[in-house]
């Protein structure tokens, strides 16, 4: 058997948690966020927040354990953090039990260490990334502008008896920032509040509509999903790469690469004949997107990340080409999923796909466009 064909197994069947609802609200209020949104949110957190690391953390494995540690959602459902449920870890851990098993040894118990040491949150790193992943939801209340009364509650009993009762010891900047919000108190200027911008403005991402259907077309994807699944697929595919990449460094970028669609929209890459996504139009206005968004940020910082986005786009390192390879990949794996997906609507034929597809895929990853390749033969003439 391929080990590629275990690896999308998996990664197929980590779509579903696309589909699995929490307790949260996106911060306009309009519907409820979904997990796989929410893993996506927190990778990103930890990246904007590393300078809060406790000593001995490994910033890459933090991120690596948030973009897995809610895929046993899948099976489980969201445990929201004000309700009991004496079962839940049973289910997590059978959860996780087959997850994992779907990938080829040893890459699934590599991972499944992953999530086991962030379910423990003994080590540094695990620490920091039970720290992220208890402030966001936080915010997520605390940052909008019409916050449901109950939603506040929650965060208010979770801040004095629940899991994030320790944040004064554990990261006192959050704890007075949240503290402020819920006092209805001046917001102090800080690089803290800086970075609370920036992560505000990007949960903007969760509302843009991809033309790509979920593997179930049940629905399309949206651009906050679409990032969480391709930094997943690095993480996953990292055996695809070649020499000279850095995995850390491509899940950076593929968490990054399209918060301008915030103000861009999603450029199907095969709307307008293929020629649309290219425009001179459109990578002006992503250029002056990424200025904006990443204007936001404390300067060393934001000058940090839009270089990683800057590099991203400019595909010319190897990590880049990579990066840029699986963010082709991915959506053409949805498609195969969903018998064609939206091929059928932009009428893409096989010497198109081999264009504005296969090029880029095997220009970072030449094991991989010939696999699927193979898996598209179906579907497109």
């Known amino acids: 058997m391929n080990p590629l064909d275990a690896q999308f197994a998996f990664l197929n069947e980590a779509d579903r948690l696309k589909s699995v609802t929490r307790a949260n609200c996106l911060l306009d209020g309009s519907r409820d966020e979904n997990s796989a949104e929410h893993s996506w949110h927190v990778a990103l957190w930890a990246l904007v927040f590393a300078e809060y690391a406790p000593e001995g953390c490994d910033l890459a ?29 049973l289910a997590e851990a059978k959860a996780a039990t ?13 991972m499944a260490q992953l999530w086991a040491e962030f379910e423990a949150g003994i080590t540094p790193t695990a620490r920091f990334a039970k720290q992220i992943d208890h402030a966001q939801p936080l915010f997520q209340v605390l940052c909008s502008a019409t916050p449901r009364p109950d939603h506040v509650a929650i965060v208010r009993q979770n ?20 503290r402020a919000r819920l ?11 800086k970075c609370l911008g920036f992560l505000t403005e990007a949960d903007k991402l969760k509302a843009v509509t991809r033309a790509t259907t979920l593997c179930d077309a049940s629905r399309c994807e949206n651009t ?26 491509v899940i950076k970028m593929l968490l990054l ?11 199907p890459i095969h709307s307008a004949n293929g020629t649309a996504h290219a425009s001179a139009q459109v990578q002006a206005a992503e250029a002056a997107a990424a200025a904006r ?15 990683l986005w800057q590099e991203f786009e400019a595909n010319e390192t190897p990590s880049a080409r990579f990066a840029k390879s699986l963010d082709r990949v991915q959506p053409v794996m949805q498609n195969i999923q969903c018998h064609g997906g939206t091929w059928a609507s932009y009428n893409v034929t096989l010497t198109q796909l081999e264009t504005r597809v296969g090029r880029k895929v095997a220009n970072g990853a ?9 898996l598209c033969l179906p579907y497109v003439r």
Not at 101 to 107: C, E, F, S
Not at 295 to 307: A, E, I, K, S, V
Not at 366 to 374: D, H, K, S
């Open 293 to 307: 968004i990443f204007g936001l940020l404390p300067n060393l910082l934001g000058r940090d990340l839009h270089g």
């Open 366 to 374: 030449p094991q991989l466009w010939p696999y699927i390749r193979v």
């Open 159 to 178: 801040l004095a008896t629940g899991r994030a009762a320790d944040m004064p010891i554990r990261w006192p900047d959050c704890n007075s920032a949240a």
């Open 98 to 110: 087959r997850l994992f098993g779907l990938l080829p040894a040893p890459l699934g118990t590599d």
């Open 61 to 89: 494995r933090a991120i690596f354990m948030l973009l897995l540690h809610d895929l046993v959602e899948i099976d489980a459902g969201d445990h929201p953090i004000h309700l009991p449920n004496p079962g839940q870890a």
């Open 257 to 267: 690469h399209d918060l301008v669609e915030i103000d861009v929209g999603d450029v």
């Open 224 to 249: 906050a999903e679409h990032s969480w699944h391709i930094a997943l697929y690095a993480l996953i595919l990292a055996d695809q790469a070649g020499p000279g990449v850095d995995i850390s460094r």
């Open 183 to 193: 006092g209805n108190n001046p917001l102090q200027p800080s690089d803290f509040e």
